[in-house]
């Protein structure tokens, strides 16, 4: 069943002089498009610092072994996409995803002078900062800047989430956090918040009043248009009863119908293994096994596979060498799943750590991992990612 | 248009505390600023106590570890290890709790306030309680004191020492990020030094550390003794001199007044008046007191401009709504937990710059849940959402807690959940309306939405009165205060102070 369009949204013609409520609501009623192909990003956080050594397994290295003499997965375990990889056992969807060449995966990324906090470490991956720099907005965000400039509503990033994270948030323009599209429907109908926000009168225009109200306007209109498109389009297809499979599937009905989202974020975790990482990372790689199967099923089915790039990544990596509680401590560079069928590069794209060449028992990253947000900026969201990153980095060749 | 000296005095309470307090309604109109502000130094002058909130299992395996003496530190086992660290999570969240209740009870709201602002500024994040607790001890005591004074505690604290990387920074293995961030967010800011000049400031700090106790130690054979330049000046400079260096530079004052302006009196600068302050503050060679002074008597700081300019953080938020409507909670993890899905978490700063404040607090979701804290309060609402994970405080355990549902019943029985987030939990305040309602007991009833909205609100933009008085309860005239009071309390307006 392929979805034909007769609606159509008209992005980001309306202008600013709309802010406030009603004119704002009426404006929705009106025609609307979207671009036929209308390339989105799906963003997988893997929070906690997802191991990565025993995510794409180099079983051909006794050096690995070595470090691991317990956690270490064996080589018939694994299962081996090259001579010298394998994915972690519950993986068997990426498997296939590798077979079908709709998987990329990216080794030794990082950034310089890694920092071993979670909270920091995210912080530098959210804000695509360097790691001495303190900057309070997100890569997501500044794109919302730089393309919604002049637009009404922030859903063209949304996070599956109660709260928003730092990436999504940019200098002028915030994305939403939606969990469940029609509970943020229900809240934000409440017949006191309409009446408040109609009964605004915009004054002075500078006051920071102003800019509550316009959050709130943004967000009360927000809500009705997630929820109406949420239910144009939902999908029929099956997915995992779990927190990880329910997002998917509402990014999943969200795509098919005609919103004009770009950017879909969503967390795993917590990959925090410092104890018994084995079972831990085996359930939360199901989870995610299972949800990304069925989304990447649902998303062929319909046609849209090769719109949607879906891609993870996660604060750090961990170290080389397993601890004394069977599992792992922070570590630094990671790999990073690329999943479309639009990838131009397919397979692993680039060697695995080298493990003979450690810095204090940390894998070395080759991979700057703002060198894969410009080229999603550019070459999938045909963004400027020099204006958005401040500063001009090297396209990759994955698209 | 001249202003009442009932807003004039809410604004001072709102800026150098955390808003008036139920107490003080009778209060607001009979008094100057001057003569309220007066009052809230006088509140002030006494010495803090010590906050100690430390589990005597952790106090006892301290004592333990300090018998065996620091060269064989005492190996702890797996499980010992885990227990710290959980009792060391839960005297963290002891502390936040406790000064929490502090900022919400004092008279010496001045103090406090100033103590939050420190706590931003010299922003830190640790997992250690006795270092927490030490590091909170420097900063209420100096809130109102001499920032040099200050600075020098604060440097010398195991908690900021640990935080940044200090204790790694040797004479053979210089780590420059202590240094750095004294330069950087602690004193001069960004641009006003070298990248010289912070390897030479490395140098200086080279052996600066802190034991298990979290008591300062010098380790003289990790110092460098040698000769440094720093900011031009030459000598064979220790820590502690170069924080006087740091002070000398007239750059230090202009920026923490700059700061200080901008937190205390209005987000956009005004370059003339942080001059202005930022010279006497420097000729009073960093005198706190004086400052503040300066700013809450001037004439300026009651400029319309500067009433309800600000938006509220979510500490200033939460603990004014309690200050004015006194409550009991059953359920205290609730605070915790909206405390971090609002985005201000106590003793957890995002980063050593602290919170970015002003319109960084709002988003669509902080804004939603911001506004419906009142009906939280009053029962008729749950807290249905999930706070994000912070995995540096969880340490991997955050997953057994997640197995506990949120109960429907009050008790607050779990512990560990509102670190992880729970779902669909009430707050169970049991809030104290007499004094409240008894303030407006000789205020016509056709008059009540209007003096409960010149009590709770400072904008000059103000909601529809027809609309509370719609939304309020009309079956008697104390029902009629206290839900018009919540419906005030949940509009835009109230975010701003």
């Given at each position: 069943m392929h979805i034909k369009r007769k609606e159509f949204i008209q992005i980001g013609?309306?202008?600013?002089?709309?802010?406030?409520v009603p004119k704002f609501l009426k404006a929705f009623e009106g025609k609307s498009m979207v671009l036929p192909g209308n390339k989105v990003i799906v963003i997988l956080q893997l929070s906690g610092g997802n191991d990565g050594l025993n995510t794409v397994i180099p079983f051909r290295n006794d050096l690995y072994y070595k470090a691991r003499p317990k956690l270490g997965i064996a080589k018939d375990k694994a299962l081996s996409v090259t001579d010298e990889a394998g994915l972690h056992p519950a993986l068997t969807g990426f498997k296939e995803l590798y077979d079908d060449g709709s998987l990329a995966i990216l080794n030794n990324v990082g950034y310089p002078?890694?920092?071993?906090s979670h909270f920091r470490s995210m912080d530098i991956w959210h804000t695509a900062s360097q790691s001495h720099e303190y900057w309070t907005n997100g890569w997501v965000g500044r794109y919302l800047d730089a393309q919604c400039n002049g637009c009404d509503k922030p859903t063209q990033a949304i996070e599956l989430d109660d709260v928003l994270s730092l990436a999504l948030k940019g200098e002028d323009i915030k994305g939403i956090a939606v969990k469940n599209p029609r509970r943020l429907y229900g809240t934000a109908n409440e017949k006191f918040f309409r009446d408040v926000m109609r009964s605004h009168k915009d004054e002075a225009g500078e006051q920071p009043v102003d800019y509550l109200y316009k959050t709130m306007a943004e967000t009360l209109s927000s809500a009705d248009y997630i929820f109406q498109q949420s239910r144009m389009h939902p999908t029929n297809a099956e997915y995992p009863k779990t927190e990880l499979g329910n997002s998917l599937k509402t990014i999943a009905s969200l795509i098919y119908s005609e919103i004009n989202t770009k950017v879909y974020y969503v967390s795993l975790g917590s990959f925090d293994t410092h104890i018994n990482q084995d079972a831990q990372q085996q359930r939360l790689f199901t989870e995610m096994n299972d949800a990304v199967k069925a989304f990447v099923k649902d998303l062929k089915q319909q046609h849209r596979f090769e719109d949607v790039m879906l891609f993870t990544f996660s604060e750090f990596g961990r170290r080389v060498n397993q601890n004394a509680s069977n599992g792992t401590d922070h570590g630094t560079a990671n790999n990073m799943f690329l999943v479309s069928g639009g990838l131009k590069q397919k397979g692993v794209l680039n060697p695995l750590p080298d493990l003979s060449d450690l810095n204090e028992g940390d894998l070395k990253y080759n991979v700057d991992f703002k060198n894969v947000y410009a080229t999603i900026l550019k070459k999938w969201l045909n963004a400027d990612d020099k204006a958005i990153l401040s500063k001009q980095y090297e396209y990759m060749n994955f698209i | 248009m001249s202003l009442t000296n009932q807003l004039k005095n809410q604004h001072l309470m709102w800026r150098a505390g955390f808003g008036p307090a139920v107490e003080q309604l009778d209060d607001l109109s009979k008094y100057t600023p001057k003569q309220f502000f007066k009052a809230l130094v006088k509140a002030s002058e006494k010495k803090p106590d010590y906050i100690d909130v430390a589990d005597d299992y952790l106090k006892g395996l301290m004592m333990g570890i300090e018998e065996v003496g620091r060269q064989q530190k005492k190996e702890l086992d797996a499980d010992e290890r885990k227990k710290v660290q959980q009792k060391n999570r839960e005297g963290v969240r002891n502390l936040n709790m406790y000064w929490m209740h502090e900022m919400v009870g004092t008279a010496s709201q001045l103090r406090e306030k100033m103590a939050f602002f420190w706590h931003g500024h010299f922003a830190c994040r640790n997992l250690n309680v006795f270092y927490q607790q030490g590091l909170l001890d420097v900063i209420r005591r100096n809130a109102l004191g001499n920032f040099g004074t200050m600075l020098k505690e604060v440097s010398k604290s195991a908690a900021m020492l640990n935080f940044l990387n200090n204790q790694q920074n040797r004479k053979d293995h210089p780590n420059e990020n202590f240094a750095r961030e004294v330069m950087e967010l602690f004193t001069l800011g960004r641009g006003n030094y070298t990248e010289n000049d912070v390897k030479e400031a490395a140098r200086a700090f080279t052996g600066w550390g802190a034991n298990v106790k979290g008591e300062f130690q010098f380790r003289r054979f990790q110092h460098d003794f040698g000769s440094k330049t720093v900011l031009g000046r030459t000598g064979d400079f220790d820590g502690a001199e170069v924080l006087d260096i740091l002070l000398e530079e007239k750059q230090t004052a202009r920026y923490i007044t700059q700061k200080i302006y901008k937190f205390f009196v209005n987000e956009k600068a005004d370059t003339d008046k942080i001059n202005w302050l930022a010279d006497r503050f420097y000729k009073n060679e960093y005198d706190i007191s004086k400052l503040m002074e300066d700013i809450f008597t001037s004439d300026w700081f009651y400029d319309e401009k500067n009433i309800g300019a600000q938006i509220k953080s979510p500490v200033e938020l939460l603990v004014g709504i309690q200050r004015m409507l006194p409550m009991k909670l059953e359920n205290e993890e609730a605070l915790m937990l909206l405390q971090r899905v609002l985005g201000q978490l106590l003793f957890y700063?995002?980063?050593?710059?602290g919170w970015p404040g002003g319109k960084n607090w709002i988003d669509s979701s902080s804004l939603m849940m911001r506004m419906r804290i009142p009906k939280l309060i009053n029962d008729v609402d749950e807290m249905n959402v999930k706070a994000k994970d912070d995995d540096d405080t969880m340490m991997g355990m955050k997953d057994v807690n997640m197995q506990a549902k949120g109960n429907k019943k009050p008790g607050g029985q779990q512990s560990g959940a509102a670190y992880t987030g729970m779902r669909r939990q009430q707050i169970n305040a049991n809030v104290d309306w007499q004094p409240y309602v008894k303030h407006y007991e000789s205020v016509p009833r056709e008059n009540l939405a209007e003096a409960i909205s010149k009590i709770l609100l400072q904008t000059k933009s103000r909601v529809s009165m027809d609309i509370i008085k719609q939304y309020a309860?009309?079956?008697g005239r104390e029902n009629f205060i206290k839900t018009a009071t919540l419906q005030v309390m949940s509009t835009p307006e109230y975010q701003l102070c």
């Open positions: 013609s309306l202008a600013t002089a709309s802010l406030m002078n890694p920092d071993r | 700063p995002p980063n050593v710059a309860d009309q079956t």
